[in-house]
């Protein structure tokens, strides 16, 4: 027989009560407090003492009774013994290590393969064990299924060697992401284990939890009950660390100089306050340079600007700092690539009767481009140019047949063409533009002549939609009434050309898109000149000739700042070469992936563009995150009960389960009744035997 | 005559101030008037000036209209000192009225200093058990009285009645001639007592004893054998009370007796007030005493004007 609740047996002890009322000496009676006895004399007092058991009878009785009802409340029940055994319990774990960049930092990588050795020898030979690791993403180390297929005596043998074997990566951390997934794939071991033999999942989290750790993915994750996390942190080893990190890529300022922008942040434990910085080449050497050191006093940070880089420069390094892993920052100083307008004119002076006088003045190039001008007259526009070198070909209405050939051929080849009329049109040149408008769009049908305005005409009927127009189509800029032409003239084309881009208040053209190949041609009715209109003059024309401009250059843009995990979409033609000279495969996505930091080469044929990659700013932040935040979030953290415990609550709910069957208690409330029952006839017999006779 | 006030149904009201304004209240007609006379703002009358007065105390103005030296008297403002000796011993702490002695006394102590202070007197008060416990200087000035109840409403120790130690500590404290109005039971051993009674006598303070005790202390009651208990010093004792009623009767007033006598020596008055008496009592004695004492002054000083002439 067992009992439920043994501790109940303490409450036969209440059988010692009857006796111990009757043999305590009772106190004589009629008691008083009396101010002061000083004026009274002892009388003497008679006691009788009553200390002897005359009922053992009912005495019994009442014991017997007392002992049965203890009896059920301990709640006795009858074990079998099949329900005396139970199965082996095991757990399964799933080692979650963080390869981020941060635990690259000394001596943090050594921390997190102990804390893995130890989670694997704490297990016991029930447990199922998988290491994963993660950064941006969550990939497995030894998988579940792989563990699964190996012999038990060699899971421990096989897990030890995967982690002596793992080593961090340069990536982003995404914690958030990485547990969710993590225990994801735990519910799924735990679901295929048999339920009497599975305890429950647990990630042994291993990580330093430094940097900005994101755990967005956790915010509206619905976190499955039967996983818990335990996290393990690695504390760092150095108290003293500085990181260098970049603010921004390689910018021109405005006096076009090339500069750096820095972040220098010292750690609050910092004992060092003093740094020195250092441009290294590419091969890691020192280049002289006169940067006097920076004073970062503990838990303080710092913007540095350095300008006047040195030339083979490709990073530059933080001394003084006693964990190098986070103190080397690189920079590609961007080679510009240069690139031709050409000035169509009829003369090769510059001034205001000029189209390019105003197109000269407009800043077209950029960071990576620089934009070179050079007006020619038709005459020495012979041969058309190769549309890489030149962008862009404005020309004016003097444009001769021979150079409206020309023309024609480079916009066929890919060029652009601005042709802008801006001569009236008289009988002396009316045939010989016409022949060259004929020769530049290929079509006979075009007609000319000089339009009849009586004060002036204005564009209207403009297509926003176009990516020239595009910019102004806010209703904030769509004003073009300010931009008065004085005179323009009336272009008549085929009707299988499309609608022109902005018409004039008469309806005749004001500018036309003729597509050619894979060139453009746009053509205006009238110069941009203060003789010709206020177009050059109003606010519209710099971002128009802008929009004309970028229009003709589709160039894939290189982000400013990449860092270690990021990808860059494969161009034609070029070839990715990682810093330690590797050429870069192309991912399924195609595009290359940047794994670690340094310096990238994109080869285009024998010219080679630089790319600098660092690590990201994220993993270089000193603060730590608190691991109760992941309880917050709504994840179950804490261990997992030890085997023996759930075989204790199993054995409970077994026992309980039998008390409940059998209900034994009852039947020792029966007895209970039937003693006091007895007692109570007992003791009236008695009583009324004792009362003397009336 | 005044109203009579149930001393049960007084000790129902919990607040001690409450209780003694109701005493104070019902019995009081207005301050009583001081029978000494000096500098005053209230003038009491004119005397004709005699050798020995003091001739900054003559009405020139008088003499201008009269030619003849008069003495202009003035009511003096009293400046007795009253002090309050409260036993709060554990004898103190019996009672068969449903309050005890300590109750009964702690009243009587408010409403006299209640009485007293209302006559601008200074007042002060001491309690005490088998030493003193709490000294409250006697003084007459805003918030005196509130300090004197906080001191009575302090809860007794209760330990034994030693009334030698109290008296010496007494002598000791009150330098300045003052009314010492005792309230104690008086249950202990007389032996020691006179020599310490003299001794403040000496230091020319009057002494008036206000003796509480209990109805059942007085006599014997009930006809079944009992234990008594001593209160103080816990002694059992079984007791026959038909048989020892007598004998109980003899020695009490045997001792009552013996302290009335060592009081008288000493010129002290003594009142025995029962714990079932309305308090207004103790203030009619208090009057009593003060008017003989008035009267025999003035007999003196009548006694030794005519041997003076």
Redesign the interface.
């Known amino acids: 027989m067992s009992f439920l609740a043994p501790f109940y047996f303490l409450a036969a002890a209440a059988i010692a009560l009857p006796i111990l009322f009757h043999l305590i000496q009772r106190k004589?009676r009629?008691?008083?407090?009396?101010?002061?006895?000083?004026?009274?004399?002892?009388?003497?007092?008679k006691m009788v003492r009553r200390s002897r058991l005359d009922q053992w009878l009912l005495l019994l009785l009442r014991a017997l009774a007392l002992l049965a009802i203890a009896f059920a409340f301990m709640r006795p029940f009858f074990r079998s013994a099949d329900t005396m055994e139970s199965g082996a319990l095991g757990r399964q774990r799933l080692i979650l290590v963080d390869t981020s960049a941060s635990m690259q930092r000394t001596g943090v990588w050594e921390q997190a393969q102990t804390l893995v050795e130890t989670a694997i020898g704490e297990s016991t030979p029930q447990d199922l064990v998988a290491i994963y690791k993660f950064d941006s993403t969550l990939l497995p180390v030894v998988s579940f299924e792989a563990i699964q297929e190996t012999p038990p005596a060699e899971r421990p043998n096989l897990l030890r060697k995967a982690i002596a074997d793992l080593k961090p990566s340069w990536n982003v951390t995404d914690m958030g992401r990485g547990i969710a997934t993590a225990a994801e794939t735990l519910q799924a071991a735990v679901n295929g284990q048999n339920d009497e033999e599975s305890i429950g999942g647990e990630i042994i989290l291993i990580s330093d939890f430094a940097g900005a750790v994101n755990l967005s993915r956790l915010e509206d994750y619905d976190w499955p009950q039967s996983v818990r996390v335990v996290s393990r942190v690695i504390d760092s080893v150095t108290q003293s660390n500085a990181t260098l990190t970049p603010l921004a890529g390689l910018n021109n300022n405005e006096d076009n100089e090339i500069g750096l922008q820095l972040l220098l942040t010292n750690s609050p434990t910092s004992e060092v306050t003093q740094f020195q910085l250092q441009f290294l080449d590419s091969n890691a050497q020192v280049l002289p340079s006169n940067i006097t050191p920076y004073q970062v006093t503990a838990g303080e940070r710092r913007v540095i600007r350095l300008v006047d880089l040195p030339a083979q420069a490709t990073s530059i390094q933080l001394g003084g700092d006693s964990d190098p892993s986070d103190n080397r920052v690189y920079f590609a100083a961007p080679k510009k690539r240069p690139t031709f307008v050409w000035l169509l004119q009829e003369s090769t002076e510059s001034n205001e009767t000029q189209l390019g006088f105003f197109v000269e003045r407009i800043p077209l190039g950029s960071s990576t481009l620089e934009v070179l001008f050079k007006r020619i007259t038709s005459a020495d526009m012979t041969t058309p140019p190769d549309p890489k070198e030149v962008a862009l070909i404005i020309a004016d209405g003097s444009i001769e047949e021979n150079a409206a050939q020309a023309l024609r051929s480079y916009a066929d080849q890919g060029g652009k063409v601005v042709l802008a009329l801006d001569q009236p049109i008289t009988d002396s040149n009316k045939s010989r533009t016409e022949l060259a408008l004929k020769k530049i769009l290929a079509n006979d049908e075009i007609q000319l002549s000089e339009a009849a305005i009586r004060d002036y005409a204005m564009w209207s009927r403009i297509n926003f939609k176009h990516p020239i127009f595009a910019p102004f189509a806010d209703a904030r800029f769509n004003d073009f009434t300010k931009v008065r032409t004085w005179r323009h003239r009336n272009i008549t084309l085929p009707q299988s050309v499309d609608s022109p881009l902005a018409a004039y208040d008469d309806g005749t053209i004001a500018i036309q898109e003729i597509q050619t190949g894979d060139g453009r041609i746009w053509l205006l009715a009238s110069g941009w000149q203060p003789v010709e209109s206020q177009l050059a003059l109003s606010t519209k024309f710099v971002p128009l000739l802008l929009g004309i401009f970028k229009f003709s250059g589709e160039v894939v843009q290189i982000p400013a700042s990449l860092y270690a995990g990021d990808t860059l979409p494969v161009q034609p033609d070029t070839r990715c070469v990682s810093p330690d000279d590797n050429e870069i495969s192309p991912n399924n996505s195609q595009a290359w992936e940047l794994t670690k930091p340094g310096i990238y080469q994109l080869q285009v044929g024998a010219e080679s563009k630089p790319i600098a990659v660092n690590i990201a700013p994220r993993e270089l932040e000193l603060s730590k995150l608190d691991p109760d935040r992941l309880e917050q979030l709504g994840v179950t953290t804490g261990a997992l009960p030890t085997a023996e415990l759930v075989r204790d609550q199993q054995r409970l709910m077994r026992n309980t389960e039998l008390e409940k069957q059998q209900q034994v208690w009852r039947w020792c409330i029966l007895i209970a009744v039937i003693f006091i029952a007895v007692e109570t006839v007992w003791s009236s017999l008695s009583a009324t035997r004792s009362a003397p006779a009336t | 005559m005044t109203a009579q006030i149930d001393p049960l149904a007084l000790m129902r009201i919990k607040n001690l101030q409450l209780r003694a304004k109701a005493v104070v209240d019902g019995f009081y007609n207005g301050l009583h008037r001081s029978p000494l006379h000096g500098f005053s703002v209230e003038f009491s009358e004119y005397r004709p000036y005699t050798e020995g007065d003091d001739p900054r105390t003559i009405d020139w103005r008088l003499f201008a209209r009269t030619d003849r030296y008069y003495i202009k008297k003035f009511e003096d403002e009293t400046n007795r000192r009253c002090y309050l000796a409260v036993d709060q011993s554990k004898?103190?702490q019996?009672g068969s009225l449903g309050y005890t002695?300590c109750d009964y006394a702690r009243t009587l102590a408010a409403t006299l200093a209640y009485y007293f202070h209302l006559q601008r007197d200074a007042v002060g008060c001491l309690t005490f058990e088998s030493d003193l416990i709490e000294f409250v200087t006697a003084r007459h000035r805003p918030g005196q009285f509130q300090r004197l109840l906080a001191s009575l409403d302090n809860e007794p120790q209760g330990t034994a009645t030693n009334l030698v130690r109290p008296l010496e500590l007494l002598a000791e404290i009150l330098h300045h001639r003052g009314l010492l109005l005792l309230i104690s039971?008086f249950?202990?051993?007389l032996e020691n007592i006179e020599k310490r009674i003299a001794f403040l006598r000496a230091r020319r303070h009057e002494i008036m004893v206000f003796r509480i005790l209990?109805p059942s202390?007085i006599e014997l009651v009930g006809t079944?054998?009992?234990?008594?208990?001593?209160?103080?010093?816990g002694?059992?004792?079984?007791?026959?009370p038909t048989?020892?009623r007598e004998?109980?009767r003899e020695?009490?007033a045997s001792?009552e007796n013996q302290l009335q006598e060592l009081l008288g020596r000493n010129g002290i008055d003594y009142v025995r007030m029962l714990t079932n008496e309305p308090l207004q009592r103790a203030l009619f004695e208090i009057l009593n005493v003060q008017s003989r004492r008035t009267s025999s002054a003035r007999g003196a000083a009548a006694v030794s004007g005519r041997s003076r002439r």
């Open positions: 004589p009629g008691e008083q407090i009396f101010s002061s006895l000083m004026f009274l004399s002892p009388s003497p007092p | 004898s103190m019996y002695k039971d249950l202990v051993p209990d202390e079944d054998a009992i234990t008594m208990v001593d209160s103080e010093t002694q059992r004792l079984y007791v026959d048989k020892e004998r109980y020695k009490f001792h």
